[in-house]
Every structure is written in structure tokens, then in C-alpha cells.
């Protein structure tokens, strides 16, 4: 994870599995999150807690510019402020009632979520189209193991025996989203290998995992 001292970035998913007007749950340093996305397009990152009565709020729903808690339908702002109480139609809720939140950058199809304030905003990757994510149950040791390439600078680690593969790995609790890139360029039959490809890294990665546990 691309980091500073002020801060880091959390590649928690790809654009293309954040629809407009869904939520779904991410992890980041920071901790867990709603990660929505409103009608018109733009990409939020909510505290997963919502300030009512601690329902998750990545269990909830997005209408138009809002994120509304499955619960009572308390509803917030991408800017964390609570915009509607069902419950008292006619309340303007007060400043104080709000969830946290965390900047978020999208670029490249990657969407990245800040833990702090990074100085810096979240890599390029303009050469590598993101193509899907998996979860593994293993740590990025046994994940750079299993590629055969230790990660770079920037998080990525390259995929030895097909170096045209990329996999951008976020640390979770107790296991590893990856992202699977390939270079710019490829065609469709090589974005089903990188996938069959990462499936038998995943294999490999957890039996290592398993060997060192
Ligand atoms: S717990 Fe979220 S609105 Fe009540």
C-alpha cells in the first residue's frame, strides 16, 4: 500500500464493481467501511458504523446522493452529515449527527481510499488495465512466494512465469484482496489466462500459508 508518513492509500476495489447507487463493505487501515457509490457517479468511503445504533451502514442503501442505513433509514452525505430522519420528516438533523468518512481517488479502475492524509494521491497505474479481485487466505509473503516476484515500490508485484500479469494486493484482516491487472494492449483470451493464472496463484499461495501456519 502506496504510504507517507501522514498517511496511505488502500486499494479497496475496481471501479467496474462499484455500480452507481450500491454500497458494499471495504477494509482499510483505518478500519472497516461502506464504500458507496451515489446516482450520479460519484465514489464515497463511510465509517461502516452508523451513529444511530451501530448497524453496518455497507448493509444499507444509496438513493440519489445518499446513503441510507437498512435500519430506521437514517440517511448521509458523502461528506458524512445526516440528511433525512425518517422517523422526523420534518427535522433538519443537527451538524453533530454524522459518520465518519475517508477521501477517496478514483484512477486507472482502481478505487483507492485514504487511511489519514497521504500527501501524495494514489499511483498510476495508466500502463495495466484492471480485469478482477479475489480474496486470499494468505499474507503478501506467501502471495510474493507464489508469483515468484517480491512487490515494488508502488505495491505491485509482477507475476514471474507471465510478467504481463499484475497483482496490487491490499492487506485485510486475517487475508488478502488482490487486484489482477494486465498490461495495456492484451486481448480478451489473455485476460482469461491472467485470470486462470491468479486462481492457481491463489491456490498455491494458501497451501504455502497453510505450510508456514
Ligand atoms: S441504526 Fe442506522 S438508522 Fe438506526
Known amino acids: 500500500m502506496p504510504s507517507d508518513t501522514a498517511g496511505s492509500w488502500t486499494p479497496v476495489a475496481l471501479s467496474a464493481d462499484l455500480p452507481p447507487a450500491t454500497v ?25 458504523r452508523c451513529p444511530h445504533r451501530g448497524m453496518r451502514l455497507s448493509h444499507g442503501f444509496v438513493r440519489g446522493e445518499a446513503l441510507s442505513c437498512i435500519y430506521h433509514g437514517w440517511s448521509y452525505s458523502p461528506a458524512g452529515g445526516c440528511v433525512r430522519i425518517p422517523a422526523h420528516p420534518d427535522l433538519v438533523p443537527p451538524d453533530t449527527i454524522r459518520v465518519a468518512v475517508q477521501r477517496v481517488e478514483e484512477s486507472d479502475g482502481i478505487v483507492w481510499v485514504a487511511a489519514g ?18 480474496t486470499l487466505d494468505a499474507d503478501i509473503t506467501a502471495i510474493e512466494a507464489a508469483a515468484g516476484e517480491k512487490a515494488d515500490a508502488g505495491g505491485l508485484i509482477q507475476v514471474a512465469d507471465c510478467p504481463w500479469v499484475r497483482l496490487l494486493p491490499a492487506a485485510q484482516i486475517a487475508c488478502t484482496l488482490i487486484h489482477v491487472l494486465v498490461e495495456r ?20 499461495a494458501e497451501t504455502r500459508q497453510k505450510d508456514v501456519s
Open 185 to 204: 494492449g492484451r486481448g480478451v483470451a489473455d485476460r482469461v489466462t491472467a485470470s486462470r493464472i491468479a486462481e492457481a496463484l491463489r491456490r498455491r
Open 24 to 48: 458494499i463493505p471495504a477494509w482499510t487501515p483505518a478500519g472497516s467501511i461502506a464504500l458507496w457509490r451515489s446516482q450520479s457517479g460519484r465514489a464515497s468511503a463511510s465509517s461502516d
Open 117 to 134: 492524509e497521504p500527501a501524495m494521491p494514489p499511483p498510476r497505474l495508466d500502463h495495466l488495465v484492471p480485469i478482477r479481485s479475489l
